[in-house]
């Protein structure tokens, strides 16, 4: 059975500290592993797509990467504005549904 | 461009009732997906619909259902509410016949049953 797994369930952070959220998957036929961040009460908002292992992106302060059973969202020097939950989602060969971790809750504080 | 609309962004109804909510896709996305996600949790899959039929379904009654319109627009409907229905609806959508998997999505339906 597909398995998408986020750790840590939250996590508390000084403005300007780095650190890294992961995502464990278990998933037969990878197709593409995507995160997401999503604000109280509003819809997730697309930040990456990864489709093999070792591939990387970045955008701002933010840096995905992609092994073959682990995805890693570096933030580097986060702002308060930074808070929110990331989402890590999969999808497999078996069709196009996404299936998600519940979440890493961020808070960075000034 | 206009990104995933969803429409009401908030609804109230009672044990029983029946609901339809409504979803028009990202100009030029032709596959909609519905996903559920209940406070604390990740949203799960409902439905998938592709040039007006259903491509896939998650583990949901049959109480569940949707439909996809010409101009690629999308209604869930929800028979028989309970309590656990209570959640926020998400609407997703994607440019099949590429290599782009990235699903795009909507600001939410937040329903509440009482």
């Known amino acids: 059975e597909d398995q998408v797994t986020q750790s840590p369930e939250a996590l508390r952070l000084q403005e300007g500290e780095s650190s890294s959220l992961n995502c464990s998957y278990t998933?037969?036929?990878?197709?593409?592993l995507f995160w997401y961040r999503q604000d109280p009460g509003k819809g997730p908002e697309f930040l990456f797509t990864?489709?093999?292992a070792g591939e990387e992106k970045e955008k701002e302060r933010l840096k995905a990467t992609l092994t073959k059973k682990e995805s890693f969202l570096h933030i580097t020097a986060p702002k308060p504005e930074d808070s929110a939950t990331y989402l890590c989602?999969?999808?497999?060969?078996?069709?196009?549904?996404?299936?998600f971790g519940k979440g890493t809750s961020l808070l960075v504080t000034p | 461009d206009a990104g995933v609309t969803q429409s009401p962004t908030h609804l109230i109804k009672t044990r029983g009732q029946q609901v339809t909510l409504r979803c028009s896709p990202i100009?030029?996305?032709?596959?909609v997906s519905w996903y559920q996600q209940v406070l604390g949790q990740g949203p799960q899959f409902i439905f998938q619909?592709?040039?007006?039929?259903?491509?896939g379904r998650g583990n949901f009654p049959d109480r569940f259902s949707a439909r996809q319109f010409p101009n690629y627009s999308s209604e869930l409907n929800v028979n028989a509410l309970l309590l656990g229905d209570s959640a926020l609806y998400l609407c997703?959508?994607?440019?099949?016949?590429?290599?782009?998997?990235?699903?795009?999505f909507g600001p939410g339906t937040r329903l509440l049953v009482l």
């Open positions: 100009s030029g996305h032709k596959s």
């Open positions: 619909y592709y040039e007006k039929e259903e491509r």
């Open positions: 990864l489709y093999s």
């Open positions: 989602a999969a999808n497999s060969n078996s069709g196009y549904a996404l299936n």
């Open positions: 997703a959508s994607r440019r099949p016949g590429t290599s782009e998997e990235t699903q795009y």
């Open positions: 998933v037969s036929g990878l197709r593409g």
